[in-house]
């Protein structure tokens, strides 16, 4: 926990800042105390630990970074989601490890927030912000990945409470978590979208067993979740047991249009990363300098541009009181294609590094190369590519299906 | 901007489509008549010059709107020259808002000068000049960024035909030789780029309202056409190729729309008219794709809107100005420092 020394004691959550104050003041605070080896573009970068990055996260919560637009009541901010966007787009100027709770910050908290009752909000919703407890989300199973109606796992009516029994799978950071998000079916499999319900369970509750499932990245954060006829307490019930699926659509829409909404500007962070590694090296600082590179890039940096636009464009209608619906689905269908592209570049770059290599290009390629893996993973989840184009077809663009 | 006050730019998309339908069949001298008394000529330009004193953001539906309607008028560079000469030259900037006058720009090329006096001599070889034949004005680039406006019918001034796709507004190449012009008609440096950032929003908006007719277009065929028992949106790889260009579609507006907002400067401008050429050159070819056969012939209107954006892309240099944004945005970034970040 030593680096995490330096972080202020003093809470800045608590003033009156407006508009561009309240951006210079986030500002101030992160570049004051995001530890050196948090940051992946930094010579000094060192994988944070778990207690590391809970401390970290705890820490930006009383600064007043996140639960930003939560009632005050459930401790959250009180504030805007204009100025959630400013926030973020302070956190992702810098370059800082991801949220190791985001399910339970961005899906689980505006889920319980929207359909959870007054005792769940007060139980579940500041210990989330506090980090004393972290989500995952169990939505996916081995026979329902993206047609999240035709899943099996089954909550049955047990006295007073829930019996929960099935499978869930590729469900990120289950491991650390201590409570899941499961979306279980209470009536029979051909009722699809109907008789769904939703459950935090806990996950230290007896015939919970989680399995870790490594990645193409080396990593094995995303996990296999067993449930055994494990016992859920009503008081965990999120929502009545046929709002499940309405809670799920809810859950997907907000997850593709507004979670980890600092996207755009961390992918700049990268870009200029990217550029000055190349400008540190003889050979690379003469390719950048070239024609060819610089198209690429300058394409890379026009999509960056055309992202921050949909972002920007979802956060006004929003806070105009517009339901995002289906247009997440573009936001999600851009940034996850164009960071796949990005990430090809600059693994193309940096492989042609001057030898020796130099400082610069280890700490560059140690990070894109990770990006590169894992950005593969990003037209997967949130719902694929082909889910997310056969939603804008379908709900967007209402295409007729009709024979 | 009084005139700005409880107006929407987006009011501006009707009358512009009713005035765009009314020009069908006008030859180029009434349609500036009837533009201009829509108010659609001096939308930016100030109220002295009989404009309307309106933001930037109140010209993108107008051109939105011209172009989803096949305008066959250089509206785009009337609408700039109107403002652009509003100051220096106050009564040509009225009579081309007024529609009594009709200038020009020619995208390409610069002219090179020679003082002669109180005269400057302009030689040089100029092209992507729309409608420069029925122009009673060209506004040229001259080197160092300084712009000259030359009467079309001034001596030396030779206006050639010119190989181009775009058959709406068709272009026209032009020659300079030994051209006198009063120095009084030379536009300080930086007019250049003032002019440029400002048409490059209005080429993305040129280009939005292409791709939406092509879109819109394509979407009626896939919903009306039927093959192997089916509307060809009953299949998977129509439905997702549509979606993608209604992606793209919504990239170029998002992208317009912040180029206009308190974040918007010339990167985002350039952003704008980038992403639009590139997308706007996909929904238009995608939607000949889907149309088939039938998008290969010359009645269906999809092939105007490829020109169109094709040309739009080509005057604004998008493939120029790529590489220039990549490498201004190299050239801001500095190397990394061994010592960490």
């Not at chain 1, 101030?28 to 940051?39: K, M």
């Not at chain 1, 329902?144 to 109606?149: F, H, Q, V, Y």
């Not at chain 1, 490594?214 to 307490?233: M, Y």
Request: aromatic share 6%.
């Amino acid at each position: 926990m030593s680096v995490l020394q330096a972080v202020s004691a003093q809470s800045i959550a608590g003033e009156n800042f407006v508009g561009e104050a309240y951006r210079d003041a986030m500002h101030r605070w992160l570049n004051a105390n995001l530890p050196g080896s948090f940051r992946s573009d930094s010579a000094a970068f060192a994988s944070p630990t778990l207690q590391q990055s809970v401390a970290w996260e705890a820490a930006m919560y009383r600064a007043g970074l996140t639960g930003i637009t939560w009632p005050q009541a459930y401790g959250g901010h009180g504030r805007s989601l204009r100025e959630h966007l400013i926030a973020n787009q302070e956190i992702g100027r810098l370059a800082m490890p991801e949220s190791v709770n985001s399910i339970g910050k961005e899906l689980a908290g505006p889920i319980i927030l929207a359909v959870g009752t007054e005792e769940q909000k007060r139980r579940f919703l500041p210990a989330i912000l506090e980090m004393r407890n972290i989500w995952c989300q169990g939505f996916s199973e081995p026979e329902a990945g993206s047609d999240l109606a035709g899943l099996r796992t089954r909550a049955t009516r047990d006295g007073d409470g829930w019996r929960i029994t099935g499978q869930k799978i590729w469900t990120s950071g289950a491991y650390r978590a201590h409570r899941c998000l499961v979306l279980a079916r209470t009536g029979a499999l051909e009722d699809r979208h109907r008789g769904l319900a939703m459950f935090a369970v806990p996950l230290d509750a007896k015939g919970v067993r989680v399995r870790t499932i490594k990645s193409i990245d080396g990593r094995e954060s995303f996990c296999e979740v067993f449930f055994d006829e494990v016992e859920v307490a009503q008081a965990d019930a999120i929502g009545a047991p046929d709002e499940g699926w309405a809670a799920a659509i809810r859950v997907l829409e907000i997850e593709r249009a507004t979670n980890r909404m600092y996207r755009a500007w961390r992918f700049e962070n990268e870009l200029r990363h990217l550029i000055s590694a190349c400008k540190a090296d003889a050979a690379l600082s003469a390719m950048v300098a070239d024609r060819h590179y610089a198209v690429r890039l300058g394409e890379v940096a026009v999509e960056i541009e055309v992202l921050k636009a949909h972002v920007e464009t979802a956060v006004e209608a929003l806070a105009r009181g517009d339901k995002i619906g289906a247009r997440g689905s573009l936001a999600k269908l851009y940034w996850s294609e164009s960071h796949q592209r990005f990430a090809a570049l600059a693994i193309e770059l940096l492989s042609q590094a001057s030898l020796p290599q130099i400082q610069a290009i280890k700490v560059a390629r140690q990070r894109f190369e990770a990006i590169y893996l894992q950005a593969r993973a990003e037209t997967i989840y949130a719902g694929t590519t082909e889910i997310q184009l056969g939603i804008i077809a379908d709900r967007i663009l209402q295409l007729s299906r009709g024979k | 901007m009084s005139m700005a006050e409880g107006l929407q730019p987006d009011e501006f998309a009707a009358t512009a489509a009713r005035a765009v339908t009314a020009c069908a069949g006008l030859g180029i001298r009434e349609q500036a008549k009837n533009l201009a008394g829509d108010g659609l000529l001096g939308v930016i330009a100030d109220e002295d010059v009989g404009g309307l004193a309106l933001p930037l953001g109140f010209a993108v539906p107008v051109i939105a709107a011209a172009h989803s309607g096949l305008l066959g008028f250089p509206l785009l560079e009337t609408i700039l020259i109107g403002r652009l000469l509003q100051s220096s030259l106050t009564r040509l900037a009225a009579a081309i808002v007024s529609g009594e006058k009709l200038a020009t720009i020619a995208w390409q090329g610069e002219a090179a000068a020679e003082r002669d006096g109180g005269l400057l001599v302009l030689n040089g070889a100029l092209a992507r000049v729309p409608c420069a034949a029925s122009a009673d004005h060209l506004l040229v680039r001259m080197s160092g960024g300084a712009a000259a406006l030359i009467p079309a019918n001034a001596k030396g001034v030779v206006i050639e035909d010119a190989a181009g796709l775009d058959l709406t507004v068709p272009e026209h190449a032009v020659r300079l030789e030994a051209v006198e012009v009063p120095i009084g008609s030379i536009l300080p440096p930086g007019t250049w780029d003032l002019l440029t950032s400002d048409a490059n929003v209005l080429r993305a908006a040129a280009i939005l309202g292409s791709a939406e007719a092509c879109l819109a277009l394509a979407q009626e065929h896939a919903s009306t056409r039927r093959q192997f028992g089916h509307a060809l949106s009953y299949n998977q790889a129509i439905r997702h190729a549509l979606a993608r260009q209604k992606l793209g579609l919504e990239s170029i507006r998002h992208a317009i729309t912040r180029s206009l907002s308190g974040d918007g400067g010339p990167v985002q401008r350039d952003a704008a008219f980038l992403a639009a050429a590139t997308y706007g050159s996909s929904i238009s070819e995608g939607a000949l794709q889907i149309h088939g056969g039938m998008g290969f012939t010359w009645d269906v209107p999809v092939h105007r809107h490829l020109r169109r954006i094709r040309t739009l892309q080509a005057q604004g240099d998008a493939s120029g100005l790529i590489g220039r944004f990549g490498r201004r945005y190299v050239s801001e970034v500095a190397p990394f420092a061994e010592a960490g970040a």
